[in-house]
Structure formats: C-alpha cells, structure tokens
C-alpha cells in the first residue's frame, strides 16, 4: 500500500513480507526534494540538495557521495567511499563536455590506501575495455 502526502508526494509504503509488515517512510524538504528514506531493515537514505535542485550528496549504509556541477548543469564529477569495499578507500567518476554539450569523456577511479598508507589513485579506462590504469602514487 501507498500513501502519498497533501503536496502528491510518497510519503509511505506498506508491504507485507514473511516476518510481517514492512514500512518504508519518505521524508521531503519544504521545496518538496526528497530528504530521507526509512527503510525497514537496512540502512537509511539521506540527500542533500543545493539551490539549483541539484542533488550534492547521498549517504547511505555503504558511505557517502558527493556531486559537482558544470555551469549548465551537469554532473561533471562524482565522488565518494566505499566502506564495504575491502581495499577500496573511495571512487570518483568524471565527465567533460565539448560546448556543443556532447561527452568528451568520462572517467572512473578508484583510491587505494598502500600499505604504507599513501593513495594510489587507478583510473578506469572506459575507452580501453575498462582496463585499471595506474595514475600515481601520493607520497
């Protein structure tokens, strides 16, 4: 069952599931932007918006991503961690646009705590079968 707000919004969802009902409830700012959900059993979402109505962040049970925009919009890079990612300390994607608006590339990276507790920093290659690239070595 669903259950939406007086402004339309989703506010509660009721399901019946084998240990019984399961109720996730939605949360929205004044501006009517989602804010929160509650799950029933497993960890909360959290957004955070600015302005523009762009989404700035997520957090989550896994960790918590950010969002950068381009002057028009759109989103030129996100990044954040992964907690339940052994060995993976956090990952960030990239894009950049030509002034027609068309997708020069994108890129995905993943940061890597060494043993010596400095990052190094892989780049996805999405151009070349998304074969790790090595980029540096923070020292």
Excluded at 16 to 38: C, F, H, K, N, P
Excluded at 99 to 124: K, Q
């Amino acid at each position: 069952m669903l259950d939406y707000g007086g402004a339309g919004w989703r506010v509660r969802r009721e399901v019946q599931a084998s240990a019984g009902t399961e109720v996730t409830t939605y949360t929205y700012e004044d501006w009517g932007r989602l804010r929160e959900i509650d799950y029933p059993c497993s960890a909360d979402v959290r957004l955070g918006w600015d302005g523009e109505n762009r989404r700035v962040w997520v957090e989550d049970g896994v960790g918590r991503w950010s969002y950068t925009y381009d002057a028009w919009g759109r989103v030129r890079r996100q990044e954040g961690c992964c907690q339940n990612e052994p060995g993976i300390d956090g990952v960030a994607v990239e894009a950049e646009y030509d002034d027609a608006g068309r997708n020069r590339y994108s890129r995905a990276g993943l940061f890597v705590l060494t043993d010596s507790g400095y990052p190094t920093i892989w780049w996805i290659d999405v151009h070349n079968n998304n074969k790790l690239v090595k980029v540096v070595d923070i020292h």
